[in-house]
């Protein structure tokens, strides 16, 4: 079953239960609510209007943060037969307008915006989308929305020329990931209904993960504006209130919260599953997570958005957890092979570093009018005597025990008086140092050369002394680390910016970098 025929069955079987619930501070009490029954009656009505009125199939931009006209207006994409691409009001606006010259839309869906920003496509705002949903429209017709190929959406990630990439995601791929993600740890089980945590932006491809597995089993998804994400306590009275069972976030996003001791299993007693996904879970996060939700599961995943979200996935144990540090990302999901490549391409044994490349079902088509790029990443392979899609990921692994293990990125290496450096490396390693939450490390240019490391620390408790807990702290770094890898400065902050993903905000501290 597609997850547009899985969304009108639980619309029908459901109506009137909550299928999306906004926690804001600026909402009215804080809340913004979403039947079944409205979405799938206001996405056919305006899903019938975009196909009544637009000329070309190009994909619609969807304008704003998480009202919950935004679930709208992708359902109603999806039945138009049209790809939707989500832009958060967060995103600055260069980045917003080279987002539209790629894409050159018809047309701007701008539910939580002034249609004014917009000159280059005809833009609807919420008023008009309001009126149109209100106009009556046949159900739309889902037997004719099952050819794989077709595009369900596009995410724009950051391009190192500076210039964003629409990543395509195609019906085929979104519907795998579904199937996969629907067995992640012990299983997500449609009958109960669970309650699924949004932390992302729609613009970042870990919301699909919380989307659509809330979509597809009739659950419900409570979204965590931006603005409430900052204010501890409101975060904290909303999960209090929430009945989240299924939480998915950035471990950075963990360890925001995992700094109040209040964040336990008293405050969300529903909570059975923590999900991971776009950067390193670190031991000490599980440890903890273990401790305060003693029943609930840890999962780590891995995946690009070139891949569609995930498709690797462990439950993180007490046992994987004392096994392994790093910690493996785990195995590859139904449908998927992972190939350990060294630079000429050919294919490593197990145990051996080289680039992670992704065979498989859910690999996208490649980038929005951009083939030369496309080119560099994607390419076509047999696997099992099938020709499938496969992508180059840019990131540094290796297989062992069946397990995939992820080592950073290929270009966060640096070179530093002669050695090869990969910055993740000094990262993890600091970790695993008694009293460090967590650590950034950041190059030090002069004229175009690296000169020496910072790093960045977010003590558990913030020392007396900076200068003499630094020195410290370099001392006990030489049980892990060769001297040259060692940071020449620390800095020790009560908190580590974080981008609007939940990821660690590695410009942001080359800013900091800037004034120290």
């Given amino acids: 079953m597609t997850f547009l025929e899985k969304i009108r069955q639980n619309a029908l079987n459901d109506p009137d239960r909550i299928v999306y619930r906004l926690e804001s501070k600026s909402e009215q009490k804080g809340r913004t609510e979403l039947t079944w029954g409205e979405l799938e009656s206001l996405s056919d009505n305006l899903s019938g209007w975009l196909k009544d009125n637009l000329k070309t199939d190009l994909p619609v931009v969807v304008y704003g943060h998480k009202t919950p006209w935004m679930l709208v207006c992708f359902i109603a994409c999806a039945k138009a037969k049209r790809a939707y691409c989500p832009v958060d009001l967060s995103v600055p606006r260069e ?62 990630t950051s391009g190192s020329t500076g210039t964003p990439k629409g990543v395509q995601i195609t019906r085929g791929c979104l519907d795998n990931f579904i199937k996969w993600g629907m067995t992640l740890g012990s299983g997500i089980r449609e009958s109960e209904h669970p309650v699924f945590m949004n932390q992302a932006p729609f613009s970042f491809d870990l919301s699909v993960m919380d989307l659509y597995l809330c979509l597809y089993s009739g659950g419900t998804l409570i979204a965590i504006a931006k603005d409430l994400q900052g204010d501890m306590k409101l975060l904290f009275e909303a999960f209090n209130r929430s009945g989240i069972n299924v939480w998915v976030s950035t471990p950075s996003f963990a360890n925001i919260c995992l700094s109040d001791p209040k964040f336990d299993d008293e405050l969300m007693p529903g909570v059975q599953k923590f999900l991971f996904c776009g950067e390193t879970l670190p031991n000490h996060t599980v440890s903890k997570l273990h401790a305060a939700f003693k029943n609930a599961e840890v999962v780590n995943t891995y995946g690009p958005t070139e891949s569609t979200v995930a498709v690797t996935g462990i439950t993180v144990t007490k046992e994987v957890n004392e096994k392994y540090e790093p910690l493996p990302v785990g195995a590859p999901k139904e449908g998927t092979k992972i190939r350990i490549c060294s630079e000429d391409g050919s294919v490593l044994e197990d145990g051996e570093y080289g680039e992670i490349v992704i065979v498989g079902d859910t690999v996208s088509p490649g980038y929005r009018n951009n083939e030369e790029q496309t080119k560099k990443a994607f390419f076509m392979t047999t696997e099992n005597k099938k020709t499938v899609r496969a992508y180059r990921t840019g990131d540094k692994g290796c297989m062992r025990d069946g397990q995939l293990f992820y080592a950073g990125r290929i270009d966060l290496q640096i070179k530093l008086h002669g050695f090869r450096i990969e910055l993740e490396d000094i990262e993890n390693n600091l970790m695993k140092l008694d009293g460090v939450e967590r650590a950034a490390v950041i190059p030090n240019y002069r004229d175009g050369e690296v000169r020496n490391i910072t790093a960045y620390i977010m003590p558990a408790v913030m020392p007396e002394d900076s200068f003499k807990a630094g020195v410290k702290l370099r001392e006990e770094a030489k049980k892990y680390l060769p001297e040259y890898m060692i940071p020449k400065k620390i800095i020790f902050k009560e908190t580590l910016p974080v981008t609007n993903n939940g990821k660690t905000d590695r410009k942001a501290l080359a800013a900091m970098l800037d004034r120290h």
């Fill in 95 to 156: 980045r917003v307008l080279g987002i539209l010259d790629s894409l050159k839309p018809e047309m701007i869906l701008a539910p939580e915006a002034d249609c004014e920003l917009f000159d280059s496509a005809k833009c609807l705002d919420i008023n008009s989308i309001k009126e149109y949903a209100a106009i009556k429209s046949e159900p739309a017709d889902l037997s004719t929305l099952t050819d794989t190929e077709d595009l369900v959406y596009l995410i724009y």
